[in-house]
């Protein structure tokens, strides 16, 4: 047994073998620390919404750095310029792009805070493991129109995700054209999903969902879908250091007309980031420090291989998103009545985050569900909407409101311009589709909640006010 182990050491072998493995610790060792990152993240980008002029500086400022090699692959349809950002010299090629759906921002801010860790001085060392290894390249914001407008589409009305056959949008053929001219071994594809999702069967947001895109129906695995499969036990791993529990699995249905789907039938490695929801956070800011740290740890572990030590399972393991498993709202316990009927109902209410109205999304047992906001409503009974009509001005301050309140008004209909608000708030004015004597599905979220003492609580589209102390509820868990 020495002798052997004498020949493999003279032979090289093992050093080789040792040497190899100490490198790759080394690399995989380096991700992007919690700490570091606060060091690197860029300012100005904690925003619901991110829009070309936004990052158009941080771009140019960018260009200055001979790290980074920019070319303008084109631009949209209403003439925005679209960028692709080149760097490494390496053989195994890394294409990421973020933003096609043009209200999906988080990651557009996360590749921002990419570029500043890797232009960080301090970071050549690091650099150095990987710029002669790896060529990435960057698309930040695919549709520059989409985001102007907050809208999901393209300003032709085409979603570019579902363009990847037809290729009808100049940014859909703009991509496409990246990919074929560039011939990536990975695909980083980087989204927003909706804040509803859950992880499996919990009550845990999926603040980040993972994905190896099939490129046929039947979901084969073939060498390149394996490898995407073992990039993601990798980003397992990580998150579940950083975020324990947030993580869930992306519906893995195949979309012929996607991209994703699309590039992984054309041999490319793809990875699909969703970054979702987290309490206390409504810009998504865990899942941008989430997504720039693995786009970080991508690069470590495919210039290192070290992801090829990743089993199939630890991909297999990962629970998939349940949608709709999490509400915006849950009022819990609340007692309604109907013909003598009484019963304890939950409601779950759905809150317009561009500022429209709250509605009652559902009602009853809703017990296996998560809120982001929550209250417990026992004690407490339902107690319709009632309008106070405007006639004559009338100045709001905080007693009189509540005065009013406990009246059983709930709000004002009228001439909007008699009524000046100076409480602290909210009010709600000419509503239409308020519930009547129970609430009701798809209603608007403006109602009473009362005790034997009165009115004890008003539903001002969607926000709580307890009327006793005068203060809007901070419901978030």
């Known amino acids: 047994m020495q002798s052997a182990l004498r020949k493999l050491l003279a032979s090289g072998f093992l050093v080789s073998v040792f040497s190899l493995t100490m490198a790759v610790q080394a690399m ?7 700490t570091q990152y606060n060091e690197i993240k860029q300012s100005a980008l904690d925003k619901p919404q991110l829009v070309y002029d936004d990052i158009a500086p941080l771009l140019m400022q960018h260009q200055q750095n001979p790290l980074f090699r920019f070319t ?4 949209s349809a209403l003439g925005t310029p679209i960028w692709q950002i080149d760097i490494g010299s390496g053989p195994v090629k890394i294409l990421a792009w973020s933003q096609m759906h043009g209200n999906e921002s988080t990651a557009t801010a996360a590749l921002m805070d990419l570029l500043n860790f890797i232009a960080a001085e301090r970071q050549k060392s690091w650099r150095d493991t990987w710029l002669s290894k790896v060529s990435i390249r960057l698309i930040p914001m695919v549709n520059p129109d989409g985001a102007a407008a907050g809208s999901r589409f393209n300003s032709m ?10 290729l009808q949008s100049p940014e859909g053929r703009l991509l496409m054209q990246a990919a074929k001219e560039f011939k990536p071994d990975f695909g980083l594809n980087l989204h ?17 969902s993972l994905l190896a895109p099939a490129f046929n129906e039947a979901k084969d695995i073939d060498d390149a879908r394996k490898k995407a499969m073992q990039l993601i036990g990798d980003m397992r791993d990580l998150l579940e250091s950083e975020l324990p ?8 249905t195949f979309s012929w007309r996607s991209f994703g789907d699309t590039f992984a039938g054309m041999g490319i490695s793809t990875v699909l980031i969703e970054s979702g929801g987290h309490p206390r956070d409504d810009n998504r800011q865990v899942a941008r420090k989430l997504n720039a740290q693995l786009l970080v740890m991508s690069i470590e572990s495919i210039g290192s291989g070290a992801y090829q030590q990743q089993p199939l399972s630890a991909y297999q393991a990962i ?7 999490i509400k915006d709202v849950l009022i819990n316990n609340l007692g309604i009545s109907v013909n003598g009927n009484k019963a304890q109902v939950d409601l779950a209410l759905e809150l317009d985050t561009s500022g429209g109205q709250g509605r009652v999304r559902d009602i009853g047992d809703l017990s296996i569900y998560a809120g982001y906001q929550q209250f417990d409503a026992s004690g407490l009974q339902y107690q319709a909407p009632k309008a106070y009509a405007l006639s004559q001005a009338l100045t709001l301050d905080n007693a009189g409101y509540i005065a009013l309140l ?3 008004y709930s709000h004002f209909s009228g001439d909007a311009a008699l009524l000046s608000n100076n409480s602290d708030f909210p009010v709600v004015i000419n509503p239409k589709g308020l519930a009547t004597t129970t609430p009701q599905r798809h209603r ?9 003492k009165g009115v004890q609580l008003a539903l001002l589209n969607g926000q709580l006010l307890d009327l006793n102390n005068a203060t809007l509820l901070d419901l978030n868990k």
């Open 28 to 34: 995989t060792m380096n991700s992007l620390s919690p």
């Open 319 to 325: 629970p998939f998103n349940r949608d709709g498993g």
């Open 192 to 208: 927003d999903q909706n804040r509803f999702y859950a992880v499996g069967d919990t009550n845990k947001q999926a603040t980040i």
């Open 406 to 408: 406990r009246q059983g």
């Open 72 to 75: 303008q692959l084109g631009q």
């Open 245 to 252: 529990g947030y993580l869930a699995k992306y519906n893995d």
């Open 444 to 452: 608007l979220a403006t109602f009473l909640l009362r005790n034997d």
């Open 157 to 166: 009305g085409i979603d570019i995700n579902r363009d990847a056959k037809a």
